[in-house]
T-cell receptor, first 114, second 113 residues
Framework: AQSVTQPDIHITVSEGASLELRCNYS??????LFWYVQSPGQGLQLLLK??????LVQGIKGFEAEFKRSQSSFNLRKPSVHWSDAAEYFC????????????FGKGTRLHILP | DGGITQSPKYLFRKEGQNVTLSCEQN?????MYWYRQDPGQGLRLIYY???????QKGDIAEGYSVSREKKESFPLTVTSAQKNPTAFYLC????????????FGQGTRLTVV
């Protein structure tokens, strides 16, 4: 079955440290891939997206993500986190079929230590 | 500004009552979605619609109903048959078709009292 997996439910990093959030997908063909961020009690905001081409994509708020076909992964990274980055992060995929149903991972909650 | 609007932000319902959550978009998007969010469970798809007058059940449609009479509007009714309706509900829209991301509203927090 098509799925998006975020193996880490919670991640804690110190302010100023680097960050990597993991995302794996399971599809027959490479889907379109997205990362969203959600602050408490708010909707989701798109950070970045990958459709094709360069496998390293840049997003807003200093985030980037790298698509690795061999590992079916689309990990989100940031070189230096800020306290304001504390939020929940969702990886999502559009499987490129007529069903056109966007599928989300269960999310990773990021905690920042001062 | 274009966007997607959910109302109300907070909603309280007595057990046994139906309640309707509003979702309106002025992005001219064809596809619209309703998700339910509970702590630790991520987003679960309730219903989605790819075009006016058509919609499909998602993974947890039981106890919910929708309509899509207009392109801009996709209201969700939480019926008394929904056993555990207290949750955060998110509406989203997308252009539809391939390579399109979803845009989200700010959500409605429904509490059954």
């Amino acid at each position: 079955a098509q799925s998006v997996t975020q193996p880490d439910i919670h991640i804690t990093v110190s302010e100023g440290a680097s960050l990597e959030l993991r995302c794996n997908y399971s599809y027959g063909a490479t889907p379109y891939l997205f990362w969203y961020v959600q602050s408490p009690g708010q909707g989701l905001q798109l950070l970045l997206k990958y459709f094709s081409g360069d496998t390293l994509v840049q997003g807003i708020k200093g985030f980037e993500a790298e698509f690795k076909r061999s590992q079916s992964s689309f990990n989100l990274r940031k070189p230096s986190v800020h306290w304001s980055d504390a939020a929940e992060y969702f990886c999502a995929a559009n499987p490129m079929n007529r069903d056109d149903k966007i599928i989300f991972g269960k999310g990773t909650r990021l905690h920042i230590l001062p | 500004d274009g966007g997607i609007t959910q109302s109300p932000k907070y909603l309280f319902r007595k057990e046994g009552q139906n309640v309707t959550l509003s979702c309106e978009q002025n992005l001219n998007h064809d596809a619209m979605y309703w998700y339910r969010q509970d702590p630790g469970q991520g987003l679960r798809l309730i219903y989605y619609s790819q075009i006016v007058n058509d919609f499909q059940k998602g993974d947890i449609a039981e106890g919910y109903s929708v309509s899509r009479e207009k392109k801009e509007s996709f209201p969700l009714t939480v019926t008394s048959a929904q056993k555990n309706p207290t949750a955060f509900y998110l509406c989203a829209s997308s252009r539809g078709g391939l390579s399109t991301e979803a845009f989200f509203g700010q959500g409605t927090r429904l509490t059954v009292v």
